[in-house]
């Protein structure tokens, strides 16, 4: 396949995910970065904001304003570590594990729509080229 070709093809894909992917934040009321965040968490559970801010390709100062907000929103507590008293965790409240819930719902309908026309094998291949690709991000 020539360059230009695939490049032409990621583009438009990146279009369509992207604007799927504003619609359905969107009607949640939060942020696109917000409902990272709740993914991030309800994903891998508690963690502390370093770690959050490096899954997440932020400082931990942009981190912490986006922290605050979702605290007073009530999706997201701030808990003391349980054994390093320096550090702080963040995790999901009963409100945030909802949005959670739902909006990961509908990732899983999508990757179904999107696998809908790949073999089972396809779709085992696609999902290793993607962990390939995502590795060299």
Same mark, same amino acid.
């Given at each position: %396949? @020539?360059?230009?070709?695939?490049?032409?093809?990621?583009? +438009?894909?990146?279009?369509?995910?992207? #604007?799927?992917?504003?619609?359905?934040?969107?009607?949640?009321?939060?942020?696109? &970065?917000?409902?990272?965040? !709740? $993914?991030?968490?309800? +994903?891998?559970?508690?963690?502390?904001?370093? @770690? *959050? +801010?490096?899954? %997440?390709?932020?400082?931990?100062? #942009?981190?912490?304003?986006?922290?605050?907000?979702?605290?007073?929103?009530?999706?997201?507590?701030?808990?003391?570590?349980?054994?390093?008293?320096? #550090? /702080?965790?963040?995790?999901?409240? &009963? $409100?945030? $594990?909802?949005?959670?819930?739902?909006?990961? =719902? *509908?990732? $899983?309908? !999508?990757?179904?729509? /999107?696998?809908?026309? *790949?073999? &089972?094998?396809? =779709?085992?291949?696609? +999902?290793? %080229?993607?962990?390939?690709?995502? =590795?060299? *991000?």
């Amino acid at each position: %396949m @020539e360059h230009e070709k695939l490049t032409r093809l990621l583009i +438009a894909f990146y279009e369509k995910f992207s #604007s799927w992917e504003h619609g359905v934040v969107k009607e949640s009321g939060l942020t696109l &970065p917000q409902m990272h965040t !709740l $993914e991030i968490l309800g +994903a891998d559970g508690d963690l502390r904001m370093t @770690e *959050l +801010a490096a899954r %997440m390709g932020v400082t931990t100062g #942009s981190l912490t304003v986006l922290v605050d907000r979702l605290e007073r929103g009530g999706f997201v507590a701030r808990r003391p570590h349980e054994t390093d008293r320096r #550090s /702080i965790r963040v995790g999901l409240t &009963p $409100e945030g $594990e909802r949005l959670f819930t739902e909006h990961h =719902a *509908l990732h $899983e309908k !999508l990757t179904s729509e /999107i696998l809908c026309d *790949l073999s &089972p094998e396809e =779709a085992e291949q696609f +999902a290793g %080229m993607l962990e390939r690709i995502t =590795a060299c *991000l």
